[in-house]
């Protein structure tokens, strides 16, 4: 049975996406429309109790939280496509510490900074301009410790691609492309070079070509 | 060479400290004293780029985010002490989806909660009164949904205790105890018989007797 994942137009489904492209699974889409609160229906509250996007059904399996269902489908299929987890009980550690950033130094004040100068507008609420110079001001504390360990190793776990920085591509699109502020990572050489490398791979080109973001 | 854990008085760092007692690992700790600001020495920032509590030293190998070091422990001594991650791939899945639902849906808010209740007032800050209502109510919904979870299964994951519950322990214990909320536990019959069962475990009291709250 082919693995199906819902909300397929949004950013943190799109984590999903990418990773089963990068292990070769194949996979069908569920469109779930947020503006239109279906997120919030009682039948998709069985699956997902509390009211997010993405799930994932694999057979009669569920999961929900993008960050687990990458690490069980690319522990699932260790043998196929690209390795993402690291090789070693040290590269994974490693691998897991930067996914850790990414959750909660990178994601938080750049989600603040897309909900309120993107989102907001188009749901005609109003935007907070002190949370958006204060996203403004961590993102650009997080970006400069970016650029100082990207400087000393090809990718956040090391010298390979893994799931930490595959977790970055949706909001790291959203950054450089979406909120007016591609100078912070084209102001930092390392992080702008990393960011070059990652967004150019295949399939994260597939990603953005079938799977356009709803805003 | 001994495990080495900076910062044990303080919550995240207390994750660290439970699993290193149930997977039966050999470690001291290092006091690191926030509120004399030594997390932003650079000494420390040497250890940890963001400034923040925990992180560990084993050998030669240095490792920061209380979620990936737990993670990083299970894995190395997974035939070591109590089993954390779950058997299979499948249950090892839940365990990464619930260490994520802590993570996002149940930390956020019982975090700003502490700074306002706990901490603001001690450091002469004010507390911000909206924030501690919007955090009470996102946290009910949370427990709402747990209860519903812990009426199928004793254990977040499954019947097995694992690093999904252990994580809830750290900031369970300022809910339950040093906020004055204990009500939203025990009014939660399944979440209450939960909260009594994993709080009670010996590691978790071991840690409680040897390593004080700071606050």
């Known amino acids: 049975m082919v693995v199906k994942v819902y909300g397929p137009t949004y950013g943190c489904p799109k984590r999903v996406l990418v990773c089963l492209i990068e292990k070769e699974i194949e996979f069908e889409t569920v469109d779930v429309d947020l503006f239109k609160g279906e997120h919030k229906e009682p039948e998709f509250l069985k699956l997902q109790p509390f009211g997010s996007v993405p799930v994932i059904q694999d057979g009669d399996y569920t999961l929900y939280e993008s960050r687990a269902i990458i690490r069980y489908f690319a522990e699932k299929y260790k043998d196929q496509g690209t390795e993402l987890l690291g090789k070693t009980i040290e590269e994974k550690g490693l691998v897991e510490q930067w996914l850790e950033v990414e959750a909660h130094n990178f994601h938080p004040p750049l989600y603040d900074l897309v909900m309120n100068v993107l989102f907001a507008p188009l749901m005609g609420a109003p935007s907070d301009q002190k949370v958006i110079e204060e996203s403004d001001k961590k993102l650009e504390k997080v970006l400069d410790v970016y650029e ?15 799931l930490a920085d595959l977790s970055h591509l949706p909001f790291g699109h959203y950054l450089v492309n979406q909120t007016g502020r591609g100078n912070l990572v084209r102001e930092r050489k390392h992080v702008n070079a990393w960011w070059d490398d990652i967004s150019n791979r295949s399939s994260w080109k597939k990603v953005l070509q079938l799977y356009k973001y709803a805003v």
Chains 1, 2 share one sequence.
């Open 148 to 162: 100082e360990r990207l400087s000393n190793s090809k990718y956040l776990a090391g010298d390979f691609f893994s």
